[in-house]
């Protein structure tokens, strides 16, 4: 059983910065594509920015120019830089893999608050 470990989360001012951690707790495969999503009280869970294996990056409109993704898919880990954070990116935000084998995987999700 593969358990994505997500951290970094927490409380921050408007304008801070937050960097997301998320490793997979075991190896024996490679990512084809690392994610995070978020969910926001009462809204849907949405893509916010991903990577793929042959170093495609995705960043939702939304985040452009502020969040970077990053990672090592060979080792299953993916990192997300936050900068000049907004009370609307308050969220509870979600690692998720998916194999090169077609397998998805999802973490238990790390609470971000934006608030003064």
């Not at 024996?28 to 994610?35: C, D, E, N």
């Not at 969040?67 to 090592?72: A, H, K, M, N, V």
Request: aromatic residues 10%.
């Amino acid at each position: 059983q593969v358990q994505l470990v997500e951290s970094g989360g927490g409380l921050v001012q408007p304008g801070g910065s937050l960097r997301l951690s998320c490793a997979a707790s075991r190896n024996f495969f490679s990512s084809a594509v690392m994610a995070w999503f978020r969910q926001a009280p009462e809204k849907a869970r949405e893509l916010v920015a991903n990577v793929t294996n042959t170093g495609k990056e995705y960043l939702a409109e939304s985040v452009r120019g502020r969040f970077t993704i990053s990672g090592d898919l060979a080792k299953n880990k993916v990192y997300l830089q936050m900068r000049s954070l907004q009370t609307e990116d308050t969220a509870v935000y979600f690692c998720h893999l998916q194999s090169i084998y077609g397998d998805p995987y999802w973490g238990q999700g790390t609470q971000v608050i934006v608030s003064s």
